[in-house]
């Protein structure tokens, strides 16, 4: 026979609270900041709006988590969240107990709910979660501005009803709302949209970008502008860009996009599958980067001997920790320039793919000396290149 856990004393109370929404809200200001959280939760998902305006008015947090509690469906408990912060930014004076300067609508309030819950406690981090100590001249400050932050992730047509919400409540609160995300994914959504979205967003708070989606190159160009505001962008990825073989504007796009990296000070990682813009205009590219990168991905595309050369010759990637060329023939080319691109990373390179390139054993024998010298080296790939068990052998010999 199972013996369930009794409910805590904190609960109990928390529960006889939300029976009568008029006591709830005549408590709040007196409620113990233990019994905010789960309190919180309770009224969100019960929907009690009155009783979760007045907890937000008196939220004693800097933070307030809310990703993991938004039910699509249900949108009344976030446009309560929302009037009641339109009150708040409208004060002058803000309320005694309130704290708040973060509305967090990203799925990151896991541990901050489940700590105040009682469910875990194992691993909590406190760091911007515990209450703000009391001080005067804080308490009597109003909410000049608040900051937003959200997970995009553009994947339909249209917005969403939740993300058109959002956007129009912003729009109109431009001045006071920092709409605020480090991770932008795109999957499909007309630029159009896509321009809307991120022009309510705060774009240098974007540290990652991925476009998952197959672009002409002339709405990647379009998209450029916005790239080149996203100065502390670390991680770039680009999907499959498709060129018009007789566009008389592409050599004109093509500096559009490339000069944006000029502003990326920050970028650390770059990944382009089947970037076949590139082809005998990599130099391009590489002139524009700002910083030494940490990992290249280069696939699937074609690529010049001069462009090979000139990547050996960019000082940004003598740091490189992984390098991937997956995909590109190098069938034809001379082993010297994989030789001495390899040895331009060898005292640094940890992860090399170099899947479906098409190598020869010829090509690879050449390489071995240099590969015998990458001491960083942990994995190797070359999966999917017609290669002899003997120059396989010749390649354990030398890497291990």
Known sequence: MSVQTPPRLLDLAGTSLLRDDASAISAVEDLPTELFPPLFMEAFHGRHIETLK?????????????????????????????????????????????????????????????????????????????????????????????????????????????????????????????????KLKIVSMPMENIMKVLSMVQLDCIQEVQVNCAWHLSTLAMFAPLLGQMSNVQRLLLSP?????????????????????????????????????????????????????????????????????????????????????????????SPVLLQVLLEQVAASLQELNLEQCGISDFQLESVLPVLSHCSQLRTFSLCGNLLSMTIMEKLLCHTT
Request: a neutral charge; charged letters at 20%; aromatic letters at 6%.
């Open 241 to 333: 860009i498709l060129v018009s073989a007789f566009e008389e504007q592409e050599q004109q796009r093509i500096v559009q996009i490339t000069s944006q990296f000029l502003r990326l000070h920050h970028l650390r990682d770059l990944c382009m599958d089947s970037p076949s813009f590139l082809e005998g205009c990599l130099d391009q590219m590489l002139r524009c980067l700002k910083t030494p990168l940490d990992n290249l991905s280069i696939t699937n595309c074609r690529l010049t001997d001069s462009d090979l050369i000139h990547l050996s010759q960019c000082p940004n990637i003598r740091q490189l920790k992984g390098l991937d060329l997956s995909g590109v023939t190098l069938t034809d080319f």
């Open 54 to 182: 007045a907890m937000v008015q008196a939220w004693p947090f800097v933070r307030l988590p809310l990703g993991d509690l938004i039910d699509m469906p249900h949108v009344g408990p976030l446009q309560a969240v929302l009037e009641t912060l339109d009150v708040l930014l409208a004060q002058k004076v803000r309320p005694r107990r309130c704290k708040l300067r973060v509305l967090d609508l990203r799925d990151t309030g896991q541990i901050f709910w489940s700590m105040w819950s009682g469910a875990s406690t194992h691993g909590c981090s406190s760091s911007g979660m515990v209450p703000v100590a009391e001080h005067r001249s804080m308490t009597q400050e109003p909410l000049a501005s608040l900051e937003v932050f959200i997970e995009l992730c553009l994947k339909k047509r249209t917005l969403d009803n939740f993300l058109a919400y959002l956007i129009r409540w912003v729009e109109q609160r431009k001045v006071s709302i920092h709409l605020c995300c480090k």
